[in-house]
């Protein structure tokens, strides 16, 4: 029996938004009528599907600095990152600074003091795109990093700004979509072969 062509990358990517979209889906089938639950609480379906693609997104920067196809130093912070945010996402910690860190300093009266993780995301995974799209040479991964990164700050935007229902409702939504896009952008990289050692003959 002929062996099945291999999934073609497009196809992965495709496959891992579309699975992401059907869990979201279910997830607010499963809370009906009251489907905002399956989004608001850091302890729900959604929000542990946004650590899930964290820690993945990890690992794939991990697999793409070791296949060459980004530089360690990328490679490295994306890894770190998404592994902090990952623990973010489970822990609540940049919720723990936006309600006590009154308690801690007295600048946290302002609430850009209050909101400094969340808008230190957005600069800094600003600035990380722009690195990752150098380094990214596939036309489909600029592609979906760049929609990933569009989402991520539109998900800030619903969380910082004050939204009309249903939307404020979906921000996590919004964030699991944007990883999903990251995470897509990373599985169309092919990345470079790794070489084998090469030996010299006597």
């Given at each position: 029996m002929p062996a099945s062509p291999p999934l073609s990358r497009?196809?992965?990517?495709?496959?891992?938004?579309?699975?992401?979209?059907?869990?979201m889906a279910i997830s607010a089938w499963s809370f009906a009528p009251v489907w905002e639950r399956a989004?608001?609480?850091?302890?729900?379906?959604?929000?542990?599907?946004?650590?899930?693609?964290?820690?993945?997104?990890?690992?794939?920067?991990l697999r793409l600095m070791a296949d060459g196809g980004l530089p360690r130093?990328?490679?490295?912070?994306m890894a770190a990152a998404?592994?902090?945010?990952?623990?973010?996402?489970?822990?609540?910690?940049?919720?723990?600074?936006?309600?006590?860190?009154?308690?801690?300093?007295?600048?946290?009266?302002?609430?850009?003091?209050?909101?400094?993780?969340?808008?230190?995301?957005a600069v800094v995974g600003s600035l990380t795109a722009w690195a990752l799209h150098r380094a990214l040479h596939d036309r489909w991964s600029r592609g979906l990093l760049w929609a990933g990164l569009a989402t991520g700050l539109w998900a800030i935007a619903v969380d910082q700004l004050p939204m009309p229902y249903p939307v404020a409702e979906l921000e996590e939504g919004f964030e699991v979509l944007a990883e999903a896009l990251m995470l897509a952008a990373f599985m169309c990289s092919?990345?470079?072969?790794?070489?084998?050692?090469q030996t010299t003959g006597r």
């Open positions: 497009p196809a992965a990517a495709v496959a891992v938004l579309a699975s992401s979209i059907i869990f989004f608001r609480s850091d302890a729900s379906p959604v929000a542990w599907l946004s650590s899930a693609l964290l820690l993945t997104l990890a690992a794939m920067s130093w990328l490679g490295g912070w998404m592994f902090l945010l990952a623990l973010d996402e489970q822990f609540m910690w940049h919720e723990l600074w936006k309600y006590r860190c009154g308690e801690w300093i007295a600048l946290c009266r302002f609430e850009t003091v209050r909101e400094l993780p969340m808008l230190g995301v092919p990345g470079l072969p790794i070489r084998p050692p």
